[in-house]
Each structure stands twice: as C-alpha cells, then as structure tokens.
C-alpha cells in the first residue's frame, strides 16, 4: 500500500486512518512546492494533479475521504466505520458536515490569504469565510460538549477527519471560542495514531503563516 502525500495538506487524514489502522505502508513525498504533482507518472494517478493518492494494488484513489473510508471498510475488524445502520449514517452525515460546513470556510480563507496570486486576493473574503465558519461551528461544539466521540461511545473515521479539520481551523486562528472542540482536538492529537500538526508540518516546509 502506497500514499502519496504532501504532509501539510489534507494528505495528513488517510495517513492518520492508515496510523491508527497499524496498517504498513510506503510513503510517497509529492512535493507540491516544486510542482511534482503535475509529472507526467502522477497524472496518471491522478489527473487532477491533486494528493493524496492511495494505491492498494490495483485499486488507484485520490480523495482524502474517499480514502478514509475505504480503509475502514477494508479493515472492518478496526470498527473505524460503524456496523449498524444508523450509527453508520451518522458517521457519513458528520463526514459531509465536516468537508462542506467547515471546511469550505477555512479554504475560502486559505485561498485569499496565501494560495491565490496577490493580484486575485479578496480581503473581505477572508472575513465573510470567518464568519461562515463561526457561524456553524457551534453546532459540533454543542454535539461535542457531553461526548468523547462524534458517534456513539467509540472512535471512527469521523472524528480523524474532523479533529485534522479542526487543527487547521486552530491553525487559522478561528477555533478559540470553542472550548468543546478545541479540548476534543487536543484529545484527538493525543492519540499514539495521530500525526504531525498542520503548523508544524507548515515550518517543515518553510511555509509558516505565523
């Protein structure tokens, strides 16, 4: 099993399942910096020119849930994806709130201060996806005031791809006034599965917005 990754992007969610999973595999630096994403090998992987991409034999997947996922299914002995049916659902409905909710807000916020050209940066943008965030955020924060765990009593899939969710939003500085989900993220961070903070894994690369 293979993963292609680039450590501060979302590259970091299928490495911390693969983590948690104590399943073996090789790690592939794509190094989006020099452009390595747009060689001609990893186009054929994935076209889009995007990480990470999972190869597991002759099953190619890019996605960083999608990937997620399919771990947990291929493993099921790891209970990272629920058995029954509505806790299931749960799990793909806190998925969803998680990669369109939140993390919509804090990309809009990640484009217009660092990814985009100076020339394409709308500084109001920042403050609407700020807002945006703020906005929706108190809902996991309520759902996560009496819980350990987003579904049921046990760790899944969910809550490795919120907690690295909310370490950007930590990252970005919009996560303060949650004391629920920043004590969550600290808990999750924790884990002996968890891997390399988004800030830290930012200096690695020289690219610390600090």
């Known amino acids: 099993?293979?993963?292609?990754?680039?450590?501060?992007?979302?590259?970091?969610?299928?490495?911390?399942?693969?983590?948690?999973?104590?399943?073996?595999?090789?790690?592939?630096?794509v190094d989006l910096l020099e452009g390595e994403q747009r060689a001609a090998d990893f186009l054929k992987l994935n076209p889009a020119g995007q990480v990470p991409v999972l190869v597991d034999g002759e099953v190619v997947l890019s996605e960083s849930v999608a990937i997620a996922l399919y771990l947990a299914e291929k493993y099921p002995d790891k209970h990272l994806l629920p058995a029954d049916p509505t806790h299931k659902a749960q799990v793909y409905k806190w998925l969803l709130f998680t990669t369109t909710a939140l993390e919509q807000p804090l990309w809009r916020m990640a484009k217009h201060s660092t990814l985009y050209p100076q020339e394409k940066r709308i500084p109001a943008e920042i403050?609407?996806?700020?807002?945006?965030?703020?906005?929706?955020?108190?809902?996991?924060?309520?759902?996560?005031?009496?819980?350990e765990y987003l579904v049921g009593g046990a760790l899944t899939v969910a809550d490795l791809i919120l907690?690295?969710?909310?370490?950007?939003?930590?990252?970005?500085?919009?996560?303060?006034?949650?004391?629920?989900?920043?004590?969550?993220?600290?808990?999750?961070?924790?884990?002996?599965?968890?891997?390399?903070?988004?800030?830290e894994a930012l200096r690695r690369v020289g690219n610390d917005p600090s």
């Open 163 to 199: 907690a690295y969710t909310l370490d950007w939003a930590h990252a970005a500085g919009v996560l303060g006034t949650f004391k629920h989900l920043q004590a969550y993220m600290e808990r999750m961070y924790r884990r002996p599965s968890a891997p390399i903070r988004i800030s």
């Open 127 to 147: 403050n609407l996806a700020r807002e945006d965030f703020l906005a929706i955020a108190g809902v996991a924060d309520q759902h996560l005031s009496t819980r």
């Open 1 to 29: 099993m293979v993963l292609y990754e680039f450590t501060p992007t979302r590259s970091l969610r299928p490495r911390w399942v693969l983590q948690e999973l104590e399943v073996p595999f090789e790690a592939v630096n």
